[in-house]
């Protein structure tokens, strides 16, 4: 057991050093400005200058266009980019798909796609769900069926996030329709530019932009299948696993960042800083008002709480601090809280009001929290099974 | 955040070492083998087992917190808080938390009268601590002040001890031996700011020790209900394939084993830095509360009727959960007051130093 503080060589620090200089130059209040008006969630040049430096995939060998950074750097560059706020949806989700490609590509395929994973030219979104299908991923619709040395694909696929953004799908499709739903099962790296494809924008209540992804017909050589035919549950099980975060952080490391938790965090610090410069007509501050220390305490022990909480059980208190600490900061600081930002006389950064819109989605994407409830119950109580298998 | 502004990375290895693991499975054995729940409700309504508290003096439960050079085994809160998680998994009916902290508070004081006590205590007596608020007529109600040779607290500004003639027992939700302690004829044993600083830590080391307690209550509550839920047929299933029933379970199990990780947090930061402790200790207290209690319910709800009964060990779990975190002073709303109160200080902190 420890908790102290983790030496850092000269050689590390200044390592450090270099990330923060490196974020505060590329992530700026431009830069926030049109994540607050787009949603979109990225921001090409920081992407490329990241992919400059290996840092989109900065734990790949040099070789293979990565930093060949150790856990410690991988995870200073990670920090910072959260600490910067920088646009970075697709950060994550370009990294999950080269597992599979890796795995399951042909080498000319993992030649194509892969370099220019590393140096940041190509991004890839998640083709998981569909407007009839997210939880129960097996039941997936989007039709490919071959023609010689292609494939013809028909379907939609549904807050394919960053698809705008992408030069490829990783798409998980059916193609036999008369078996088991696991069974008949395909992956495709969908190249996005491709004809009979469209991609249409949804928007989210916390302001983050999503897609459809239309097929409409849209053929595919067969070079872009990844593993064998129906086997697909194979392939989009390798990143689905790291996806999920079953595994905990190792010991010599700080515990990985929960992007949720920091965003209650956030939410908490504008809160407590704006009431500190709150002065009332009879001399007293709100921090004087026993109802809103209590209330901060609350949301300052979910943040602590869900620091400690191991990997599989953290999704989902922290997503669900967020949701309750948005509610109870908005009543903390009144009426003006609901203000949007720029506003006029909007208070406290408008983050309560930014959090309580953000907070819902956290508790259904990247699997919901009933879904990560039954894999617990499963997996860590031994409870039976409560879903039908099929 | 605060300290990655200033370049600060911290570990958070939640790992115990094979000595911890040795001492917390030695623990678990001893009480699985000599507590069994017959032995537990064996020992009610008083909560008083002199056997096993005789038991428990083999495996040093006591002087194992105390320093080397006072006959004691040198353990810290860590080490004490695993030893007590599994006071709290067999609802031990003995005064273990009240005895180590008494002990430690009476290591911490020159005095001759404090030495001789601590003597005895590390020689199997039976010591406690009245931390609560005394009642109107002055006496403070004190968890195991029905079986202490020994009682310490506040009197005034001072610390005082007594050593009582056998206080009457008070019946309770707990079971705990509880009694009404008088401490105005108590000798002084320390006075002014050395008093005051000696009972906030004796309060800090009780709230986590009790932590740990909760967390071992919680957690045995919360294997009677999975294991009823895997047993129980309802509807042709047995009941644990019901999301209405597994769901909760799993919300308990999350707050079970988050407070543990929370209290062994607060433990390690009390025993290596006690200057960057904040208010973990009010936090892990706080949350092993709620979390020892919600355990409690839900698995006495998932037993439904046969859980209600007190032929169910559940009830043996969910009465001490409330009980022994009341006993700690488990104000829910004072905790939250401190908690609070030490935010808003490490927030201006945070401010005038940016």
Known sequence: MNFGTIELDDDTLAFWKECRAFFTEHVTEEVHDEERRTGGGFNLDLHLAMGERGWVAPRWPTEHGGAGLDALRAQIIDLERVRSEAPSILATTTLLPPIAIRKFGSPQLQQEILPGVADGTVRICLGYTEPDCGSDLAAVRTRAVRDGDEWVITGQKMFTTGAQFSQYCFCLTRTNPDVAKHKGLTVFLVPLGLPKIEITPIETLGGERTNFVHFDDARIPDHYRLGEVDDGWAVVSAPLAQEHQMKDGDADRPASIDHYNVATRRALDAVTNWLASQQRSDGTTAQDDPGAIEALARIALGVEVCDVTPGAMRRIVSAETLVRAASDLLDIVGPAGSLAHGATGSIADSAAEYAFRFAPGTTIYGGSTEVQRNLIAEHLLGLPRSTPRG | ?354
């Open chain 2, 1 to 354: 955040l605060r300290e990655l502004d200033e370049f600060v990375l911290r570990r958070s290895d939640f790992s115990l070492d094979e000595e911890q693991k040795l001492l917390r499975d030695t623990f678990r054995t001893f009480l699985r083998d000599r507590c069994p729940a017959e032995r537990v409700r064996a020992a009610e309504p008083h909560g008083w087992d002199p056997e096993l508290w005789t038991a428990l003096a083999g495996l040093r439960a006591v002087p194992m917190g105390i320093p080397i050079d006072q006959g004691g085994d040198g353990a810290g809160l860590v080490d004490l808080a695993l030893a007590c998680e599994e006071i709290g998994r067999h609802a031990a009916p003995a005064p273990v938390i009240e005895s180590i902290v008494a002990a430690r508070t009476l290591a911490r004081i020159t005095d001759p009268v404090a030495e001789t006590a601590l003597a005895n205590l590390l020689d199997g007596g039976v010591a406690t601590v009245a931390l609560n608020e005394p009642g109107p007529d002055g006496r403070t109600l004190t968890p195991a002040g029905s079986i202490a040779g020994l009682i310490i607290g506040r009197r005034d500004g001072d610390l005082v001890a007594v050593a009582p003639d056998r206080l009457a027992p008070v019946e309770n939700l707990a079971h705990a031996p509880l009694a009404w302690c008088d401490l105005s004829t108590g000798r002084t044993i320390a006075s002014g700011i050395e008093a005051a600083h000696l009972l906030d830590t004796a309060r800090r080391e009780w709230r986590l020790l009790t932590a740990a307690a909760l967390v071992g209550l919680g957690a045995a509550a919360l294997r009677h209900g999975v294991q009823y839920a895997k047993d129980r047929i309802a509807f042709g299933v047995p009941i644990g394939t019901f999301q209405a029933i597994a769901h909760p379970l799993v919300d308990a199990t999350i707050g079970i084993d988050s407070a543990r990780r929370l209290t062994w947090k607060a433990c390690w930061f009390a025993d290596h830095e006690p200057t960057n402790l904040a208010a973990l200790p009010e936090m892990a207290f706080l949350h092993a509360s709620e979390a020892a209690e919600a355990a409690g319910l839900t698995a006495l709800h998932t037993q439904g009727g046969f859980g209600f009964t007190v032929e169910s060990d559940v009830q043996l779990f969910y009465r001490r959960a409330k009980g022994w975190s009341l006993h700690g002073g488990g104000d829910r709303r004072r905790l939250l007051q401190a908690i609070g109160e030490t935010w808003l200080a490490s927030a201006d902190t945070a401010r005038a130093t940016t």
